[in-house]
């Protein structure tokens, strides 16, 4: 199967950008997402990009995209304590996601 | 809105015993998925509804898993008998897919099982 992978920990001090690397095998992936999961709920949809772009930026969000690496990333700037989550990275087709396993953030004073 | 609701937030039962989760999607979605959370397989799509009508139950596990979505406004998963590695945390999501390529899912907060 598809497979997308991500590393489990990050480590940052408030204030600083946080940068989010994932890395993926599916290429008929129109869109791809990062969601957040916050402790003891459910995730949400923090930004995503359509296939054809190279970047997005959404206020302190910057995707960065390359399709013939397979590379996906995430930065967030100023990076503040409550950004401290897991982090997906998810690209598959609309009917059949493929999640990484997760990067949990972790901000510190 | 209240988004997605899911119910227990937390059971714990015994092995063999059966188990069921409930789910209550956000009005208007059409599209309903299962999912369960472990620390070792991540996240894995069980079984999505489009319109009530199961189309994907390829990630089932077993027989011992089914799904039902008798009307819009509700779903259920149930294990039946329940086994000590089942224990995982089941998302339910739902999303107002029209079909295309973009597909946003709305997460509940998920039900946390345990099974002894």
């Known amino acids: 199967g598809e497979d997308v992978e991500q590393s489990l920990f990050l480590s940052v001090r408030e204030g600083d950008s946080s940068v989010i690397n994932c890395t993926y095998t599916d290429s008929s992936s129109t869109y791809l997402y990062w969601y957040k999961q916050e402790p003891g709920a459910g995730l949400q949809l923090l930004t995503y990009i359509f296939s054809n772009m190279d970047m997005k930026q959404d206020q302190r969000l910057t995707v960065l995209l390359n399709k013939k690496d397979k590379h996906l990333s995430l930065r967030i700037a100023d990076t503040q304590t409550g950004d401290s989550a897991i982090y997906f990275c998810?690209?598959?087709?609309?009917?059949?996601?493929?999640f990484g396993t997760g990067t949990r953030l972790q901000v510190t004073l | 809105d209240a988004g997605v609701i899911q119910s227990p937030r937390h059971e714990v039962t015994e092995m063999g015993q059966e188990v069921t989760l409930r789910c209550k999607p956000i009005s208007g979605h059409n599209s309903l998925f299962w999912y369960r959370q472990t620390m070792m397989r991540g996240l894995e799509l069980l079984i999505y509804?489009?319109?009530?009508?199961?189309?994907?139950d390829s990630g089932m596990p077993e027989d011992r898993f089914s799904a039902k979505m008798p009307n819009a406004s509700f779903s259920t998963l149930k294990i039946q008998p329940s086994e000590p590695r089942d224990s995982a945390v089941y998302f339910c999501?739902?999303?107002?897919?029209?079909?295309?390529?973009?597909?946003?899912?709305?997460f509940g907060p998920g039900t946390r099982l345990t099974v002894l």
């Open positions: 998810i690209t598959g087709t609309a009917s059949k996601l493929t």
């Open positions: 509804f489009n319109n009530n009508v199961p189309i994907d």
């Open positions: 999501a739902s999303s107002p897919w029209d079909g295309g390529d973009y597909n946003e899912q709305f």
